[in-house]
């Protein structure tokens, strides 16, 4: 195994915020991963970056009314904060809009160019005359050919997963305008994919069916069974890093041909600032490259990219691309135009100092092999039953008992004892697991150790033996001493920040991955008093979270986005109560000091009433004269300015913020009924 590994992480489109499935799909794994290679001594360079080209950029700034680099200053900083907020341990995060990334992705197109490796084609693209432009590929939608979606996109569908050309679209219509696109020619550069098949057969098929994530490969030989063909790297737009060939103006890269270059554009910025060479690490056969990404990425990453790279010929081929599935969110797929997510940066805001309990979460639900579910019940479990009873219980009462007989002092104990066998087997499975990807795994491992402590702990029953038996009460502090420390020494790349509070706790430091075995802490080594790692989330807490939710669903629903949310349900018998009448306005005043209300003398056919309103604002005394409106008859009375007011009038607000009374469409007698 190289000593030198490149971890990318997927570049997040910087047109929003990351949810949760990003985090456990993505950027949760890879951080683990990178920290865990940190530990076992490899030199590791892990990279990502804001992908600022993307059309959803284009779209959001359009929505918006600002311009796209509007968008990407204000998401990719959240996006940043929010990895360093929950312990993602870049060694480089940066943007697609550097100037780096141009000069690294513009030389790199040049490269190909001069080689010979890009095709000239002239085609028919889709064209929307009302907005004089041509369209990317994800400012068309229709229906998609293969599953019926109507609301599939120009590359691809959402609902079923198939990669499309907008050509394949049924009904296709303009993003921008809604109107029917057309059909209008324009030259751009493609790689034909199609020459790179039997190197990509040969790589993959042949050479990862047996290392590979079945997912991964399986969807990888479906692409190259059905034949690949030319992909256009160039395109119509104002927005991306503009292609460097004369007669090329008003063209930039394919989205999928600068992002993956940001790789290593951002390594070379990180090699910059650290005095590293970068072609170390991208063009050195002894350098291990691994891409974290999920599912719909995988043809970007081990099609398109590795046939890039293989053009150019400079480049090594990634070691592994373990791509992870989706992850839903109470048993409906995570959707950020529906809102319908939990955002990462408002997580933090809700869940301060718990940054901790949300990467465990994501971890033990991690989408490896198939979908996943996130609920809050289920996140409330793991913290209050396994972080809360098991984890933090046994350190708790390691230290506290340590302090209580020992005066914080590790007692003298037995270093061949056979529990302490149990600390490395625990490295060394937590190790295998990580190797191989499977950080779900990896994580039971490390709470076995934990439930492999209390159950020591319980049955050794030092505060019981202490007295009679004070040099087994001894041992068994001091093994579980051991295995405090191994888990503050485990945990760190799953749980970075109740590691490093556990090794202060103990009062030692980080050790190499190879170096945690059965003695970690001597007899005699003081250790601090215990301080709480993981506090009980109530039910208030969660249920907040729940109907935070549920409004967002009821929100969905709404016809009309600025419509306020439903008041709480009434009763039909609430209902019968109620006594609207047709009325009419008699007379109308101001009421003095009051520049909103109005005194009107009302005829409601059951009697003449005097009710003040909140209208001048929006209607002149003499505009109410006359006006048959409805009443709310038999609401309370109540004194408004001294003036008792006995009804309420119904009204309704316009686009313009004025008022508008509800009126019956035809003239009616005063006092009929309304329900």
Not at 414 to 433: D, G, Q, R
Not at 475 to 484: G, H, K, M, P, T
Not at 521 to 546: N, W
Request: hydrophobic share 35%.
């Amino acid at each position: 195994m190289s000593e030198r590994k490149i971890i990318t992480a997927a570049l997040p489109y910087a047109n929003g915020p990351v949810h949760i499935g990003h985090l456990a799909g993505v950027y949760i794994p890879a951080d683990v991963y990178a920290r865990f290679q940190r530990r076992t001594g490899k030199e590791v360079a892990f990279i990502c970056g804001s992908d600022e080209h993307g059309i959803p950029i284009t779209i959001r700034a359009k929505k918006e009314g600002v311009t796209p680099q509007d968008i990407v200053d204000k998401y990719h900083a959240v996006i940043q904060k929010s990895f360093a907020d929950l312990g993602v341990s870049f060694d480089e995060y940066s943007r697609t809009t550097s100037k780096k990334h141009y000069e690294v992705s513009q030389d790199f197109f040049k490269t190909l160019y001069e080689k010979g490796k890009f095709t000239e084609e002239v085609s028919e693209q889709y064209f929307d005359e009302q907005a004089n432009e041509f369209l990317a590929d994800r400012y068309i939608t229709g229906t998609c050919p293969n599953c019926s979606n109507p609301d599939s996109y120009g590359d691809q569908c959402e609902k079923c997963g198939s990669t499309l050309s907008p050509s394949e679209l049924l009904n296709p219509k303009s993003a921008l305008s809604g109107n029917s696109p057309v059909l209008k020619e324009t030259k751009n550069w493609y790689l034909p994919l199609n020459e790179y098949e039997s190197f990509l057969n040969e790589w993959i098929i042949e050479g990862h069916k047996d290392d590979w994530k079945p997912n991964v490969y399986g969807q990888v030989k479906s692409w190259l069974n059905d034949g690949l063909k030319p992909r256009a790297m160039t395109r119509d737009l104002n927005w991306g890093v503009p292609v460097p060939l004369p007669g090329a103006e008003g063209k930039v890269m394919y989205v999928w041909f600068d992002a993956p270059i940001g790789y290593i554009s951002f390594t070379q910025e990180w090699a910059e600032k650290h005095g590293k060479n970068w072609k170390d690490y991208w063009q050195d056969e002894n350098s291990e490259l691994i891409h974290f990404i999920g599912k719909d990425n995988i043809v970007f990453h081990c099609i398109i990219f590795p046939a890039m790279m293989k053009a150019h010929g400079q480049y090594i081929m990634p070691k592994n691309v373990p791509a992870f599935e989706f992850l839903n969110l109470e048993n409906d797929k995570i959707s950020t135009s529906r809102n319908w997510a939990v955002w990462a940066h408002e997580y933090i805001e809700d869940f301060p100092g718990q940054q901790d309990v949300l990467r465990y979460a994501l971890l033990s639900s991690a989408p490896e092999t198939k979908d996943n579910n996130f609920t809050w019940k289920d996140f409330q479990t793991k913290n209050n039953s396994e972080l809360v009873g098991i984890f933090g219980n046994f350190i708790n009462r390691v230290a506290v008992l340590t302090h209580k007989y020992y005066n914080g002092e590790i007692p003298e104990g037995n270093p061949n004892a056979s529990e302490l066998n149990e600390i490395e087997k625990t490295a060394k499975e937590i190790a295998h697991f990580l190797d191989n990807f499977e950080f779900r795994n990896a994580l039971t491992s490390l709470m076995n150790l934990a439930r492999f402590g209390n159950q020591y702990l319980q049955t050794e029953e030092p505060w019981k033996t202490i007295k009679d038996q004070p040099e087994k009460a001894a041992n068994a502090l001091f093994v579980s001493a051991q295995i405090a420390v191994a888990l503050a020494q485990l945990c760190e790349p799953f749980m970075p920040f109740s590691s490093e509070k556990l090794l202060a706790m103990f009062r030692t430091e980080k050790k190499n991955w190879s170096q945690i075995s059965s003695v970690l802490i001597p007899c005699g080594h003081q250790i601090e008093a215990s301080s709480l790692l993981f506090s009980k989330i109530e039910d208030e807490t969660i249920e907040a979270q729940i109907q935070k939710l549920e409004q967002t669903k009821q929100s969905n629903k709404k016809t009309n986005p600025k419509a306020n949310p439903m008041k709480d349900e009434i009763t039909f018998d609430d209902f019968t109560k109620i006594d609207l009448r047709t009325a009419t306005i008699l007379e109308a005043e101001k009421v003095e000091k009051a520049d909103k209300l109005l005194k009107l003398k009302v005829d409601t056919g059951v009697d003449v009433r005097t009710v003040v309103s909140g209208i001048a604002e929006s209607f002149t005394p003499e505009e109410c004269i006359g006006k048959q409106v409805m009443i709310l008859l038999n609401l309370a009375p109540r004194k408004i300015r001294g003036i008792e007011s006995q009804g309420m009038l119904l009204l309704t607000t316009k686009p313009d913020g004025k008022l508008s009374f509800v009126t019956p469409d035809d003239r009616v007698e005063n006092g009929i009924e309304i329900g």
